[in-house]
């Protein structure tokens, strides 16, 4: 083939991009090197791209819920903080979090004897075994029990009490929507034992102010300790991402468990402390 036509052709190969906007003004864009899967599950469209920038990339809903190269600053920053404040943390429920990023962290703490993670789409586990196996590989941990189910549903339904309730969930449209409103973390304070933890991804306090502020509005009556901590997800709107940790008695800020966990890229001991650390617009947006 002449050199020009080729060249031309590759350019053609390579003109896919993936974009996210936000309300159409400005967003991320990422360089798509091939489509690995498109598809609708009962609940939501689900598709992987593989990138050149960032490696495998999961969107759900039209958002990234995790890419290969930057999912470990979530997933480990959903996980760690809680499970190093809290003494016992034997039994952990995730909402959500079907990849499996968020187990993979859980699991890894000797003091978890069960964790349970239920998820609504069944899709979404069966296609990131497939595509993410690195994520994916404590979905058929001899500690985790799945359960595949409307995490509100089970929340409301279940008997049983956690000393951890994680939400890892999309944004708060479609189907994790429920999981932002304060009924859902009413039968969570129901659900937790004495001591218990709750926390949640809480979105980007950069692009999603007033989900920001109701939902911390709604935590705070719930639970009498509620903080946020801060992560830096380059994948995701606005590169800072917030979690709330709440709580029945432990202070993230006062109680801290010796770290027995190796391996982690993100999480520290230093960091635990400096994340609660809230640039002056973010503390201004969740003043009670
Ligand atoms: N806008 C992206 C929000 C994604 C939060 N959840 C991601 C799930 C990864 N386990």
Request: glycine share 4%; aromatic share 12%; proline share 3%.
């Given at each position: 083939m002449e050199d020009r036509i080729r060249d031309a052709t590759m350019e053609n190969l390579w003109n896919m991009w993936y974009s996210e906007l936000d309300r159409n003004r400005s967003g991320?864009?990422?360089?798509?090197?091939q489509v690995l899967y498109s598809g609708h599950s009962d609940f939501?469209?689900?598709?992987?791209?593989?990138?050149?920038?960032?490696?495998?990339?999961?969107?759900?809903?039209?958002?990234v819920m995790l890419t290969e190269k930057?999912?470990?600053?979530?997933?480990?920053?959903?996980a760690h903080p809680a499970l190093h404040v809290h003494p016992a943390p034997k039994k952990v429920l995730i909402v959500g979090g079907g990849d499996g990023g968020t187990l993979?962290?859980?699991?890894?703490?000797?003091?978890?004897?069960?964790?349970?993670?239920?998820?609504?789409?069944?899709?979404?586990?069966?296609?990131?075994?497939?595509?993410?196996?690195s994520v994916a590989c404590a979905i058929d941990s001899p500690k985790t029990r799945l359960v595949f189910q409307d995490g509100a549903v089970y929340m409301a339904e279940t008997n049983e009490r956690y000393d951890l309730v994680l939400a890892d969930v999309s944004d708060p449209v479609g189907p994790a929507e429920v999981v932002f409103q304060k009924p859902f973390h009413l039968n969570v304070f129901d659900r937790l034992n004495d001591d218990g933890i709750f926390v949640a991804q809480t979105q980007s306090p950069y692009y999603h102010h007033?989900?920001?502020?109701?939902?911390?509005?709604?935590?705070r009556q719930v639970f009498p300790i509620v903080r946020m901590y801060l992560a830096h997800i380059p994948t995701y709107p606005g590169a800072i991402w917030s979690f709330a940790f709440c709580s029945k008695q432990h202070d993230p800020l006062e109680v801290l468990q010796p770290s027995s966990i190796e391996g982690l890229r993100y999480y520290n001991t230093?960091?635990?402390?400096?994340?609660?650390?809230?640039?002056?617009?973010?503390?201004e947006l969740i003043e009670a």
């Open positions: 991320l864009t990422f360089r798509v090197g939501q469209r689900i598709e992987v791209f593989d990138t050149p920038a960032f490696g495998k990339v999961l969107v759900m809903y039209g958002s930057d999912e470990f600053v979530y997933h480990e920053m959903l993979r962290e859980v699991v890894k703490h000797d003091r978890v004897e069960r964790a349970t993670l239920v998820e609504i789409d069944r899709e979404v586990c069966r296609i990131c075994k497939q595509y993410f196996p007033d989900t920001i502020r109701k939902l911390y509005r709604n935590l230093e960091l635990h402390r400096g994340s609660f650390a809230l640039p002056t617009y973010v503390a």
